[in-house]
């Protein structure tokens, strides 16, 4: 292993490591789905492992929450212009809809009828697509497309979508950054109560189960709040905020590998019958919640130190090597497509190869349809993902509500121009060569207009720029002026008293 460089974002603050992350849930997913269609994810020794690899959902959830809410709390405890909620929303679409959509009439053409009523089928009708387009099929109680039952998560994600901006206006309000911060605590606090609450509630309900209540928002903003406890972590400590919480933070960084040990072994522990049963027979109150809290931490652990600077002088882990490493980037930045498409792709390989349902075939069809959800995910995100996310970063940046402020992002403020050197004149040559008498009518002319700033614009996809948790001591110069005293201010020119 070779020396470690500090962990950079690029331009708009993209960490390529969660790339990798993307894809690692985005094929859980694929896994998961192909294991059970084939009963391997139901009886046998992989089962386990199979069965709760829909884990990578909650890998979804917890980025979603970093990701997004970062470029929130930053500019409220730094007092920086905060995100319009119109460019961020409509990036949001971007994302989601297009790919999407382009799913859904693909599932039209090729399996139109298949919507699951128990173990039977009937006709999908003009209003279940309505909902489907919509994402609004969960609120309706329907089960779901046999080729659409994941579609569940995109609409829990867009509902996150719509309320994180009130979520930050309310818990992010305020000038003084130790009392924001405060703020925070109880508001993470309340979301991270309500996921196992809400399923503590739902599981109380037949009326609620019924509804498919458990694939609600409520439900996940536990999930949620820990990627947003990921993104609060360096605003803390720049506001002196959270010290406990940070100091045990830094020490399970140092060493990575004992955070993704940790979360190995949650994720062994969801594995046992603790976390409820590996078919879709409904687990219990205890069981649900178990699962749960487990998943989350898991995923916690497992993001904690790939949101983290790196320690000076350490080495590279080979976990995060490896998430970096850009096959499996390439495969990140198409992760979306892959966890549309491949149900679709999956069930259309059961029926050419003629599988039966839960009757093996684990190691034909997992890896066929891997290869062909690449394939599709690839044209999706050339064709469709890209062209709409470029064109709606185009007409936010050029819209009104973008950040205007020339410094909003950190960007440093201009040079002061030098002051010209000239060698030692008499009191008269100054005033003749250096301030000359303005001309009578100086007054009357017009001021030149002053440049406009460029607008700088929030990367909504992935705003990160990694930092040091702990603030860094000031230095103090020779000359006894602080660094956060000095100014970059032009120095006014005054000319001496005449006389």
Partial sequence: MTAATPVKAKAGGHLDVLDGVRALAAFAVVATHAGFNT????????APFLARLDFGVTLFFLLSGFLLYRPFVESAVDLRPKPATRPFLMRRFARIFPAYWALLAVTMLTRPWE??????????????????????HIFF?????????????????????????????????????KRIMKRQTVALGLLLAAGPLWGLIIHQSDTLQRQLALQWLPAYLDWFALGMILACLPSAASAGAWPRLRKLVEDLTAAPGSCWIIAGILFALSMTPVAGPYTLDPATTSQWIAKHLLYGATAFFMLLPLVSPAPAGSRTHPLRAVLADKRVLFLGRISYGVFLFHLVIMFSLIDALNLQLFRGGFSTLFP????????????????????AQNYVRRRTRRGAADIQAPDAAGAPLPPAEPLPTTTPAAPAEVAATEFPEPPPDAKKLPLPPAPAPDPVTWDYDQPVTLGPWVPQKTAIPTDGVPESERTTERIPRIPPPRG
């Fill in 115 to 136: 919507h699951e009523v128990g173990f039977g089928v009937q006709k999908t009708t003009w209003t279940d697509w309505i909902e489907y387009a919509t994402l609004t």
């Fill in 368 to 387: 066929l349809t891997v290869l062909a959800s690449v394939a599709a995910a690839w044209v999706s995100y050339r064709v469709i993902e890209r062209p």
């Fill in 39 to 46: 009963g391997r994810a139901v009886d046998g020794f992989w």
């Fill in 141 to 177: 109680g329907d089960n779901p497309h046999q080729a659409l039952t994941h579609i569940w998560s995109l609409s829990v994600e867009m509902s996150f979508y719509l309320v994180l901006p009130l979520i930050a206006a309310v818990s992010l309000k305020g000038r003084r950054p």
